[in-house]
């Protein structure tokens, strides 16, 4: 009993999970969401930011360095563009729209985009403040499956995978 008190206090004292090549920082619960999988998303062998997902369904990306809101806005629209099945018409021009207006000095390095796909909707924050959502179940399933489907822009590690995963 001891010491499993003693497991379960040292489980939940951790506080936080880092991507280990980029050296990001994700905190272990979200909303009262657990982390689940970490990842990495580069463009040849630059690491643009990390990600982290987490249980319900909310996507955490951290920028390790900086880019243009046109250049994130655009990465991220064109990787949702061939995944909305069954989308509406202005579902990704939508989402660009509040992703280009909530990033008005582009995503420099530390920036915090926290996307949420529950209840039938994309929600979108940054730096901890809310700045859009868009009521579409489709929308929100293709903008998981940026990061889970089969041609996934990065591949997401479960926390036990990333701690033993070579380097």
Known sequence: WY?????????SASEAAMERRTGIDFP??????????????????????????????TFLLQMNMGVNAQKMTSALADALQPR???????????FSTILRKGLPSGASKGTKLLFGIGGGRLTITINDKHIGSIASKAL??????????KKAVCRLQSLENSKSEPE
């Open 84 to 94: 909305c099945h069954g989308c509406r018409e202005n579902d990704v021009s939508d």
């Open 140 to 149: 929100a399933k293709a903008f998981a499956d940026i990061y889970t489907d």
């Open 28 to 57: 272990d619960k979200l909303k009262k969401e657990a982390l689940q999988k970490l990842g990495v998303r580069t463009k040849g062998p630059i690491k643009v930011y990390a990600v982290g997902q987490y249980s319900q369904g």
């Open 3 to 11: 010491v499993a008190a003693w497991l379960l206090l040292a489980y």
